[in-house]
């Protein structure tokens, strides 16, 4: 019984192509929560892949109804209660297939083998990224349950199938069984990318994501621009103009209460971060943002406003007309540090400041999360940063949140957890677009990094002494 026991025995999970034949089985199942028509396939997610898997190993598994959105999966793996408590949390919903646009030969609902490529939707995002804490730990339990040992800790999942939804009803579900269900001392997960494809990574929590439209709206109708052309007010260059001075012309924010403080110990952890998409992802523009920032501490540390879609007239179609309306989809990325509450009435403080009365500002529709990071210098960052460095030999990259947004705030804020996110995936991975992939390679050392990590959690006294520091 060992540690490098544990460890081997996860990856020959991988070389097995026992992997690969439960990731494909994962991805078969087209669990997409943006597709109306595919709602009952959720629940099936739940009910015949992962209640089995974890019931094999020794969890007890309910399915919940949720009254907000689609349904949650909590698994129970209690050996003491005396003992420390590891929360996991996973999705496994996805966003919409795109069925008709991926590569020939590709299908979103179809594992498929390209070198080193794993193709299907949820290979990322999340499927492949919690089969792998799954196996892992299955993995420590077998090695240690094999030998008359016991875990060492208790281990609970949270499986939601909403997150591409904005996880609606996640916060309420934490709210209601806070004390009692979810109870717990830490939270370790995965999403998202590493910062490189070698470079493992540990993450603290999330930029919060806050949905923002734009809207002028002046009268119903259009009018021909030759008899109007002049006479007529143009929405569309109104808001044009309102959406410039949000920025300036290099995308860097001009709303005061937007630009947040960089904190010290933030800045040292960015120091050496470069950001690596694996030749698989666009250029980063050194350029664009801020102009005293490095591109780690802009996507990580900082704020970033996008305009996400525009609207005005008929696109498509566009006729010698002043259109009577104009609308912006827009997104604001923020860190900790930003007064959530005070982000559009700041931004409506801003448009009167430059005269644009006209621009009616509203909270956006769709997913909304608040940012969280974890104090870098906690007792559970130095644990799982040790651990990995021991079975990569690599110290991992430390990030104070990742650059995108997750329901991170309903464990941080609402359940109270340290909240700890190792990903494994890569920047060039195409979640959320066609031709999604997992990196055989990230995955296989995946599968190590969480064993080696559940081992290490599971010695005597360490998960202990991490729970008494917090």
Not at 124 to 149: C, F, M, P, T, Y
Not at 215 to 226: C, F, K, M, T
Not at 416 to 438: N, V
Request: hydrophobic fraction near 40%.
């Amino acid at each position: 019984m060992s540690r490098a026991a544990a460890i081997a025995r996860a990856h020959s999970y991988f070389d097995s192509g026992a992997f690969l034949a439960d990731l494909g089985r994962r991805v078969a199942i087209a669990s997409s929560s943006q597709e109306p028509e595919r709602a009952a396939e959720l629940r099936r997610y739940l009910d015949e892949e992962l209640k089995p898997a974890l019931t094999a190993i020794g969890f007890a598994c309910r399915v919940f109804d949720n009254p907000q959105g689609p349904p949650i999966l909590i698994a129970d793996r209690t050996e003491d209660a005396r003992l420390p408590t590891i929360l996991i949390y996973g999705h496994g919903d996805t966003v919409r297939g795109q069925d008709d646009v991926w590569r020939t030969g590709l299908s979103p609902w179809r594992l498929t083998v390209e070198g080193d490529r794993f193709y299907g939707r949820g290979t990322a995002d999340n499927k492949g990224q919690h089969s792998i804490n799954i196996a892992s730990l299955a993995a420590v339990i077998a090695e240690r349950s094999g030998h008359g040992a016991r875990l060492g800790f208790n281990v609970k999942f949270l499986i939601e199938t909403g997150e591409e939804v904005g996880s609606a009803g996640l916060r309420e579900f934490c709210h209601e069984h806070r004390n009692g269900l979810l109870a717990a001392d830490v939270l370790i997960a995965s999403d998202g990318p590493r910062v490189a494809p070698g470079r493992p990574t540990l993450y603290l929590g999330a930029r919060g994501g806050h949905p923002i439209d734009l809207v002028v709206d002046l009268r119903e109708g259009a009018h021909h621009s030759g008899n109007w052309g002049g006479l007529l007010a143009n929405p569309a260059i109104i808001l044009a103009h309102a959406l410039a001075c949000i920025t300036d012309a290099r995308g860097a924010i001009a709303v005061p209460e937007w630009r947040p403080q960089l904190p010290a110990a933030v800045r040292r952890l960015l120091a050496d971060v470069e950001i690596d998409a694996g030749g698989n992802g666009p250029t980063v523009d050194r350029d664009w943002g801020e102009p005293e920032l490095t591109p780690a501490e802009r996507v990580f540390g900082w704020n970033s406003f996008e305009i996400l879609a525009f609207t005005s007239g008929a696109p498509d179609n566009p006729v010698n007309a002043i259109p009577g309306s104009a609308r912006a989809h827009c997104q604001l990325r923020y860190v900790v540090g930003t007064a959530v509450d005070d982000i559009i009435p700041a931004l409506r403080r801003h448009l009167d400041r430059h005269g644009f009365h006209q621009v009616a500002v509203c909270r956006g529709s769709g997913g909304f999360f608040r940012a969280s990071r974890l104090d870098p210098d906690d007792p559970w960052v130095a644990l799982a940063a040790s651990s990995i460095e021991q079975t990569t030999g690599r110290a991992p990259t430390v990030l104070p949140n990742t650059g995108g947004s997750l329901p991170n705030d309903s464990f941080s804020e609402v359940l109270g957890l340290k909240t700890i996110w190792i990903p494994h995936s890569y920047a060039g991975c195409s979640q959320h677009a066609p031709d999604e992939h997992l990196l055989a390679p990230i995955a296989r050392e995946g599968l190590g990094v969480m064993a080696g990590l559940f081992w290490d959690i599971g010695e005597p006294g360490v998960a202990r002494a991490a729970a008494r520091r917090d």
